[in-house]
């Protein structure tokens, strides 16, 4: 059940699917645990104990999916197939608690919106820097926003990295930094220092916050196929997704070099994949574990033991071919999946939104939570593609922004 009413423009929404829980029951008599609140978690019980007490009234007519409340901003118009944003993580949360996103119908633009989701870049983005058919993007602690760009599949994968200031003033030539190849540029991460880290070839490559490419290595030994999504631990490690690969991962070394225990820098966990359901988002927890999505759920590992594990429920069920979707972290270390649904999981695994996901007007594509609480959420609508952007309100724990902020800092998946 949805409540609907005009946010911007006219055809931009609100979505309210019923979140007021905690001031729901305020002065009952019954004690609810905190993990009794939670959005997916005793949902029945929660609406049948609504209805027996005539001060909330009107009365639902019938049951809630969960207990979400989230807003929805149209952010590209219908009509046009979307042909950028394709790699990992086209969104990201600044320091400011402003939502940064590649516009995928214009891919050669990023926009800008406030915590309150008002728009701050110009309606059709920011278009300098070299911003050519953006993939992914990233921002540094500097508050400078990084963005890579696909360029082509002739003779070889190649592609560019832009940067622009917070205000969105290009730091990057008119061309970008590069051409990098080979590479299909699809994600960016940046550690401790301010260097940016994109996927190249087998191996990785890291620029320096001025564009200046200090390591590249196309075929590491001991690497295996080429890397997909990638992520950056607080030791400046870089742990990179292998689509199609019989490794779910890669761990390199900040210099770019690939890291071989235990077993030639590989790891894997979980049912092995079948067809093309192959890894792609990854995300780091406060322990260092990694997070992993593929077409058959996720996996989490840690480097010592590692432990055989996997999972899937709470909205995550893949189909029979497919990606994993986008992953992040939030401040309690929680897991919130994206893969046409989205799905949250415990920092153990268990899932704990509904077996058939968050009910939200979109199908999702990628997701950042921000340092108040709340999950951004970016994606379309079916075949109409249209670009919309949610705020689910209070859903996630706060977490420490920009990403790059807990990697220098030691608190990645923590609160602020």
């Given at each position: 059940?949805?409540?609907?009413?005009?946010?911007?423009?006219?055809?931009?929404?609100?979505?309210?699917?019923?979140?007021?829980?905690a001031?729901?029951?305020?002065?009952?008599?019954?004690?609810?645990?905190?993990?009794?609140?939670?959005?997916?978690?005793?949902?029945?019980?929660l609406?049948?104990?609504?209805?027996?007490?005539?001060?909330?009234?009107?009365?639902?007519?019938a049951?809630?999916?969960?207990?979400?409340?989230?807003?929805?901003?149209?952010?590209?118009?219908?009509?046009?197939?979307?042909?950028?944003?394709?790699?990992?993580?086209?969104?990201?949360?600044?320091?400011?608690?402003?939502?940064?996103?590649?516009e995928?119908?214009?891919?050669?633009?990023?926009?800008?919106?406030?915590?309150?989701?008002?728009?701050?870049?110009?309606?059709?983005?920011?278009?300098?820097?070299?911003?050519?058919?953006?993939?992914?993007?990233?921002?540094?602690?500097?508050?400078?926003?990084?963005?890579?760009?696909?360029?082509?599949s002739?003779?070889?994968?190649?592609?560019?990295?832009?940067?622009?200031?917070?205000?969105?003033?290009?730091?990057?030539?008119?061309?970008?930094?590069?051409?990098?190849a080979?590479?299909?540029?699809?994600?960016?991460?940046?550690?401790?220092?301010?260097?940016?880290?994109?996927?190249?070839?087998?191996?990785?490559?890291?620029?320096?916050?001025?564009?200046?490419?200090?390591?590249?290595?196309?075929?590491?030994?001991?690497?295996?196929?080429?890397?997909?999504?990638?992520?950056?631990?607080?030791?400046?490690?870089?742990?990179g997704?292998?689509?199609?690969?019989?490794?779910?991962?890669?761990?390199?070394?900040p210099?770019?070099?690939?890291?071989?225990?235990?077993?030639?820098?590989?790891?894997?966990?979980?049912?092995?994949?079948?067809?093309?359901?192959?890894?792609?988002?990854?995300?780091i927890?406060a322990?260092?574990?990694?997070?992993?999505?593929?077409?058959?759920?996720?996996?989490?590992?840690?480097?010592?033991p590692?432990?055989?594990?996997?999972?899937?429920?709470?909205?995550?069920n893949?189909p029979?071919?497919?990606?994993?979707?986008?992953?992040?972290?939030?401040?309690?270390?929680?897991?919130?999946?994206?893969?046409?649904?989205?799905?949250?999981?415990?920092?153990?695994?268990?899932?704990?939104?509904?077996?058939?996901?968050?009910?939200?007007?979109?199908?999702?594509?990628?997701?950042?939570?921000?340092?108040?609480?709340?999950?951004?959420?970016?994606?379309?609508?079916?075949?109409?593609?249209?670009?919309?952007?949610?705020?689910?309100?209070?859903?996630?724990?706060?977490?420490v922004?920009?990403?790059?902020?807990?990697?220098?800092?030691?608190?990645?998946?923590?609160?602020?």
């Amino acid at each position: 059940m949805c409540f609907w009413a005009t946010v911007r423009g006219s055809t931009s929404h609100a979505l309210l699917a019923g979140n007021a829980a905690a001031g729901l029951f305020e002065g009952t008599p019954v004690e609810y645990s905190t993990a009794q609140f939670h959005p997916g978690v005793n949902v029945a019980a929660l609406y049948a104990l609504a209805g027996a007490y005539s001060t909330f009234t009107p009365a639902l007519t019938a049951q809630l999916n969960d207990f979400t409340v989230a807003l929805v901003f149209t952010v590209s118009d219908a009509g046009t197939s979307i042909s950028g944003a394709g790699g990992e993580h086209p969104i990201a949360i600044d320091a400011e608690g402003s939502v940064w996103l590649i516009e995928p119908i214009n891919p050669a633009s990023v926009l800008k919106f406030s915590s309150s989701g008002a728009l701050l870049s110009p309606a059709a983005g920011y278009t300098c820097g070299g911003l050519n058919d953006a993939e992914s993007i990233a921002i540094d602690n500097s508050g400078n926003v990084w963005i890579t760009n696909f360029l082509g599949s002739t003779p070889q994968e190649n592609g560019t990295v832009a940067e622009l200031s917070n205000t969105g003033t290009a730091l990057s030539p008119s061309a970008g930094f590069g051409p990098i190849a080979p590479s299909l540029m699809s994600s960016i991460a940046i550690d401790a220092s301010g260097n940016a880290w994109v996927p190249y070839g087998t191996g990785v490559a890291g620029l320096s916050s001025s564009g200046t490419i200090i390591s590249a290595n196309a075929n590491p030994p001991g690497a295996s196929l080429g890397v997909g999504g990638i992520a950056i631990d607080v030791a400046g490690n870089i742990w990179g997704a292998v689509p199609y690969g019989a490794a779910l991962f890669n761990e390199f070394s900040p210099s770019g070099a690939i890291v071989n225990p235990p077993t030639a820098g590989q790891f894997s966990c979980g049912a092995p994949f079948e067809g093309e359901q192959q890894p792609e988002g990854v995300a780091i927890d406060a322990s260092g574990a990694v997070w992993i999505t593929s077409g058959q759920g996720f996996t989490k590992e840690s480097k010592s033991p590692i432990p055989a594990c996997s999972g899937k429920g709470g909205g995550i069920n893949p189909p029979p071919e497919g990606a994993g979707g986008d992953i992040a972290i939030d401040g309690d270390g929680n897991a919130w999946v994206a893969n046409g649904k989205l799905a949250e999981f415990s920092n153990s695994g268990v899932p704990t939104s509904p077996a058939t996901g968050y009910k939200i007007p979109i199908i999702p594509n990628s997701i950042a939570p921000d340092g108040s609480g709340n999950l951004w959420i970016r994606g379309g609508a079916g075949n109409t593609f249209t670009d919309t952007l949610v705020e689910m309100i209070g859903v996630s724990a706060p977490v420490v922004t920009p990403i790059a902020a807990g990697v220098k800092n030691n608190t990645l998946g923590s609160r602020p």
